[in-house]
């Protein structure tokens, strides 16, 4: 049995621990986080060690490593935390759930990739990457290093989905559609035109109408 070390104590790392542990061969055998960071000895009755002398009590050449971090500032507190585990020598873990449509994709390292995700064949998928539970990932698309996709997301055939990028709930990518680094899509947004690098791309205002009571 493989043995796996999660960074983090928040709520994504009680979910990765419940995921690695009922569908992977890893046994959890602590969990780290930044030394100012701890608050508590245990975590899910296993033990919270300083990620700076990490390496000195669980080696590298036993352990792997699974940065269990959100989006916060585009991905890039999980980025960082994910290079500096790579230099003390970690492997990172991928978790891809066995109930994700899945046909043999180029997936890197650090991902986490939930139930009822359809990615279609011939798509891309780059390191340190989450795909929350069902999104629908289109043919011949890539999603590049260090990108959240929430929930049921429909990102259309052929779409480029650039570094550190954030895609909401419910967003929906027409087909070739080219986002540059650092986009934020929100829940609900739908994009039907490529996007610059750093932009937001908001939903449309909802409206209320009332209708005649006999059309609902």
Request: hydrophobic residues 35%.
């Amino acid at each position: 049995m493989k043995k796996l070390i999660i960074y983090g104590t928040g709520l994504v790392a009680e979910v990765a621990e419940f995921y690695f542990s009922a569908d992977t061969d890893y046994q959890i055998s602590a969990f780290t986080n930044a030394a100012g960071f701890i608050t508590q000895e245990q975590f899910n009755d296993k033990p919270v060690v300083p990620f700076e002398n990490l390496e000195k009590a669980y080696s590298p050449d036993e352990y792997d490593i699974f940065i269990a971090l959100g989006y916060t500032k585009t991905n890039q507190v999980r980025q960082a935390r994910y290079y500096e585990a790579r230099k003390k020598g970690y492997t990172c873990a991928t978790y891809i759930s066995p109930r994700a449509t899945y046909y043999e994709t180029p997936v890197g390292d650090n991902c986490f990739i939930l139930e009822n995700n359809v990615i279609q064949p011939f798509v891309r998928i780059g390191n340190n990457v989450t795909l929350w539970s069902g999104n629908h990932i289109g043919h011949h698309s890539t999603i590049r290093d260090h990108c959240f996709i929430s929930s049921h997301v429909v990102i259309s055939g052929g779409c480029t989905i650039g570094e550190n990028c954030f895609l909401g709930v419910n967003a929906t990518l027409r087909d070739n559609i080219k986002l540059e680094r650092f986009v934020v899509v929100g829940s609900g947004a739908i994009v039907m035109k490529d996007c610059e690098e750093r932009t937001l791309v908001k939903p449309a205002a909802s409206t209320q109408t009332i209708v005649n009571r006999d059309l609902i």
